[in-house]
């Protein structure tokens, strides 16, 4: 008990990513470290660094991360305030978008494109492998087998140890699979969208860590006045906490990743990994979203 205290994420249980990289379930996304419309630097880059090194004092042990987050200012944060890294620390990161401004997205699934994301990513994160490399989209200009592909040859030059997928529906993933092992799947997923629930259950079934962004649904979830608050309530808890307790509930290869650039929101979110929820509450509050 005394080691969940220290460790509060350690109270979300462990997932093996692949067959060799243990982490706590309840990781952090560093999405949120950058500046508006996930473009330039952070309003406070000390802030942000103290956010980085706070997730490490507790317990958490996964960071995800992209290319694309300022674009390459949350890499360049995440070395500068863990470099050198503690050998249990998984870091994620992506490639395959492109921005050109502020709140702008545009896929590059091109080979070419994404080779130079990795060896860029390599060089801001100061790795000479990175353990679990994503694919952030499809882009429905490129064969998505080709994207893919450009990841494997990329593995077995030994610069990546993991591929994970984002984004993606079962067939692609089936697709992938085909060609590679797959041992992440990152798509959007919280108590208010439920879209890639069949996603969560295959990822389940076959062992697959299944990454929810956006699991906090800010904004949907302060406009519940039901069960979510009530039971909240009862749990001294903010309905934030309530929805990733229900998360970590809702699938044992579930590994939510909530963001933020507060270290007070950063403990916050991770006291959620200490609740925990009776099999009414869950259902109750499954029920009410669905």
């Not at 109270?11 to 470290?33: E, T, W």
């Not at 893919?148 to 077995?156: D, F």
Request: include cysteine; hydrophobic fraction near 35%; charged fraction near 20%.
């Amino acid at each position: 008990m005394q080691q969940t205290n220290h460790l509060p994420a350690s109270a979300s249980g462990s997932f093996v990513i692949g067959d060799d990289l243990r982490v706590y379930r309840l990781g952090f996304g560093a999405m949120r470290l950058t500046g508006k419309g996930i473009w330039g630097p952070p309003p406070d880059k000390q802030e942000a660094l103290a956010v980085l090194r706070r997730a490490l004092e507790l317990g958490i042990n996964l960071i995800d991360t992209a290319d694309s987050y300022g674009p390459e200012v949350s890499e360049l944060l995440i070395a500068e305030a863990l470099y050198p890294y503690p050998g249990h620390l998984v870091i994620a990161t992506k490639g395959g978008y492109v921005r050109t401004g502020p709140d702008q997205w545009q896929p590059n699934g091109r080979p070419e494109h994404l080779r130079a994301a990795l060896e860029g990513s390599l060089k801001r994160l100061r790795l000479q492998r990175i353990d679990l490399y994503q694919f952030h989209t499809p882009d429905p200009m490129v064969p998505f087998e080709d994207s893919v592909g450009a990841l494997v040859q990329l593995k077995n030059e030994g610069k990546i140890r993991h591929i994970g997928l984002s984004n993606v529906n079962p067939q692609q993933l089936e697709q992938a699979r085909k060609l590679t092992p797959i041992v992440t799947v990152q798509n959007r997923y919280n108590l208010t969208d439920r879209a890639s629930e069949d996603m969560v259950d295959i990822c389940l079934r076959e062992n697959i860590g299944f990454i929810p962004w956006y699991p906090l649904a800010t904004g949907d979830l302060s406009r519940d006045q039901g069960h979510l608050a009530q039971i909240a309530a009862r749990h001294n808890a903010t309905p934030g906490q309530i929805a990733l307790t229900w998360l970590l509930r809702r699938s044992c290869s579930m590994l939510p990743i909530p963001g933020t650039s507060s270290v007070k929101h950063l403990e916050e979110n991770t006291r959620a990994a200490e609740i925990q929820l009776t099999d009414e509450e869950f259902q109750a509050i499954s029920q009410a979203f669905h």
